[in-house]
Structure formats: C-alpha cells, structure tokens
C-alpha cells in the first residue's frame, strides 16, 4: 500500500461505519432513530445506491449543470407518479433545504409580484439568513439582524398549546382562518405565499388536525395566496406517502412542494422545488448554487426514486409505523413524564417534560444504544423517533426494547414505572 493509500484511510472517519439502520461508532453498535439528520431516509447502506454512486464517481464527481438539465428532466418524469397531478415543473438546482426553500420564495415572488411570505410559529425552513429569516423561532434570530422585511409568521396548528386558547373539534379552526386578520393587519397586503411544513418538525413534531389543510387550502384561495408546502423532512416517504401532500396532507393542494435531506436516500446532498406549471417563472440566473444538480446528486435522487418504488418502502413504512407508535403509547402508560406520543408514519414523537429532561435523556438514551433527537436545538421538550424508512418489524421490537431500557435508567433515581418495577 503506497504511503499516499495509507494517508487517506487514515484521513478518514475510519471509527464509523454504517450497515442499514445501525451506526457503528468506536466499537459501539446504535440504532440511529434520528436518520442521520432525517436525512437517511434509506439507511445507511442501500447497495443500489452505493453502487450508482461508485460508478458515477469513476466517470466524473461534478458538471455544470447546462450539461445535466436532460437528466433531471428525466428523473422529474420518473417523479410523476408520485407527484399531485397539478404539479407540472420542477427546478433541481439546490442541495440544501433552506436553497430549495429560498428558491421556492422567489418563485412566489415573481410568479404573483407581491412580496409577503407568510409562516408559522415554531417553523423551521433553514439555516440560510432567507430561510431563517421566515422560520418561526426568535432564538435562531437573536444574535444577528436578519432581515427579511416581509416575513409574517400565524399561529401554529398545535393543538396541545393552542394559542387560541381552543379546544379540538371546536375552534372553528382559528389557526387557518385568522389568517385573514394577519393579511389584513400585520401585512403589507401583498401576499405572495403561505410557507408551511405539513408537520412541524424541528417545532415539536406538530401534526396538524384533521380539516386544517382543507381550511387552509380554502382561506388563502380567496385570499389569492400560493402555498408552498415545505416538505424537506416530511418528503420521500417519511410519512409513509412519496409527500404528506399526496397522503395525509393531500388537502392542502400545494401551489409548490420543496424537498430536501431524505430525497438523497443515504445521505447526499440534493434538494429541489416542485410546481405548477404557470409557476416555472424563475431566469437560470435568478436562483442557483455552485454543485446544484450536479452528477452525485442526481445520481442519489434517481435511485432514491426507483429504490422506494421497487423495494416497497412505502408499504413498509404503513406497516411498521402502526407498531411502533403502539410500543410508543404502552411505554408512555408505563413512565412517568413520557406523553402525548403523537405522529404520522415514521415521524413519530413523545414529550417528557422539559427542554433539561430532554437533553438528559438523549444521553441516557446514546447509552443503550439508541440515537434520538430533541426538538427546537434544545429548547423544547420534544424526543423525536424518526428511523430509517427500511426498518424491519423485527428492528422494530428491537428498538422498543432499548427504548424502554433507556426510560427505565432514566427514571432508576426515585422514579418507577407504572408497572411497579424499578
């Protein structure tokens, strides 16, 4: 082995290596529950995948992408069966969430020549000074001037802390309807578009209910406002159709769909923005990024596609979803401080009950063996169980078992389980 071989293994992260849902790391064997950062939607090792990839990498790393554009017509067409019939363009120059974001903004913004975007309390759309600048959260704010000068955010749909003071099935859907008020009084009046993340995920694993998004969808198409659903977390199956806008979420009928993390199936970078047609509006120079559709990246989105469809990974998460949100719900019978388990597909959460809970807990849970996330970058109180869409029913029981020695250990100091056990 030549000294320049030997110089680059041992360069590497040669202490980690990933087979399926399970990272080793120095020796250690986790589940990773969170995905990578939800961004491993396949796992680690999809042989298909890493084959395409292998062999894209001996023909070229990177091409500009005037030299690509034929290729990601074709995986958009590859896409179509999956994609709500009103979604006729597609723009794949981005490999971040927050790009796509960013990008789907100027194209409400050119498409309708208003310039409000509108958000939600507790959202999260990037990390870009654009994309943070519409998300929902004043600490990722408070020590920098982010302007973004039209950015409005509502009420979020959280029915466990509705600001509305409401109770379910009786609040005449406030949080979708006010959005008049907003537009009426806090706005300019110019309203390009609604961004909304069909589950609030970095704000607490929000699931909306039931007839938000049909109110929704009904209040801004009178009020002449796009919606763009941003689905970098809940894209790609996550929630057990190929968007929650062509499952659960179909309601909301989005103008513009943006994708991101799960779409490169083992963790490669690549995002885009979805459309209707009349919407393809934006000039190759309004909007673009150095490695955007690049070879690598579409080489993952492309297998990432025809892995979900050939190996069933829809199917597979409706069938191992319904499990382990019932082994979420007896552990939380049985522990103290664990509740309102709460979630769609594999894009499940639990609270305990606080931010200091949750961080003490993320590390009782490393411990035996499991890779779980908080929510808010530590300030809210949520555990997020999001494992990779191939999870097998078998892993499934696995990952309970952890789960429930990781809460037993955490509750050991003064606190028993409902069943009386310490």
């Known amino acids: 082995m030549t000294s320049s071989v030997t110089e680059a293994l041992s360069s590497g992260l040669s202490g980690y290596t990933g ?3 399970y990272l080793y790391a120095d020796g250690q064997q986790y589940i990773d529950c969170a995905s990578g950062t939800f961004n491993l939607s396949l796992g680690y090792s999809a042989k298909p995948v890493v084959d395409a990839l292998h062999a894209q990498l001996d023909r070229c790393s990177h091409l500009s992408s005037d030299f690509t554009r034929e290729k990601s017509r074709q995986i958009f067409d590859k896409m179509r069966e ?7 363009a597609f723009w794949f120059r981005d490999i971040t969430g927050s790009g796509a974001n960013e990008g789907a903004i ?20 990037g990390q870009t000074v654009g994309s943070t600048g519409v998300s929902g959260n004043a600490f990722r704010h408070r020590s920098f001037t982010l302007p973004f000068a039209n950015s409005v955010k509502i009420p ?8 509305y003071s409401q109770q379910p099935g009786r609040c005449g ?7 008049e008020d907003f537009v009426e009084y806090a706005s300019s009046g110019q309203v390009a578009a609604l961004l909304v993340e069909p589950v609030l995920g970095n704000g607490g694993n929000i699931v909306p209910p039931a007839g938000y998004f049909r109110t929704l969808r009904e209040t801004c198409d009178r009020l002449g406002i796009l919606i763009i659903a941003d689905e970098v977390q809940t894209g790609f199956g996550r929630t057990g159709s190929f968007f929650a806008s062509t499952g659960f979420a179909r309601e909301l009928r989005p103008d513009v769909i943006t994708f991101a993390k799960g779409a490169g199936g083992i963790g490669v970078p690549v995002a885009g923005v979805l459309m209707r047609s ?9 909007h673009s990024s150095t490695s955007g559709a690049n070879p690598l990246s579409l080489v993952a989105l492309e297998e990432t596609v025809r892995y979900l469809r050939d190996h069933r990974v829809l199917e597979n998460v409706e069938t191992v979803s319904g499990p382990l949100r019932q082994g979420l719900t007896d552990l939380a019978r049985r522990f103290p401080g664990m509740s309102n388990v709460r979630g769609v597909g594999l894009m499940l959460a639990f609270d305990l009950p606080t931010s200091l809970d949750v961080q003490s807990f993320i590390t009782t849970a490393r411990e035996h063996g499991l890779i779980v996330r908080g929510s808010r970058y530590g300030f809210g109180r949520t555990v997020k169980i999001r494992p990779p869409l191939i999870i097998t029913p078998d892993e499934v029981r696995e990952l309970l078992v952890r789960l429930c020695d990781a809460l037993r250990a955490y509750h050991r100091e003064g606190a028993y389980d409902r069943e009386g056990q310490p």
């Not at 999956?82 to 006729?88: Q, R, S």
């Not at 310039?115 to 999260?124: E, G």
């Not at 859907?173 to 959005?179: N, P, W």
């Open 173 to 179: 859907m406030l949080c979708a309807t006010r959005l």
């Open 106 to 125: 100027r194209i409400a913004q050119k498409a309708t020549g208003k310039t409000d975007i509108f958000s939600l309390f507790l959202s999260h759309h």
């Open 278 to 286: 009349e919407l393809d509006v934006l000039d190759p120079w309004e």
């Open 156 to 163: 979020a749909p959280d029915c466990a802390n509705c600001f």
């Open 82 to 88: 999956f994609l709500p019939a009103h979604i006729g």
């Open 19 to 21: 087979e399926g849902i």
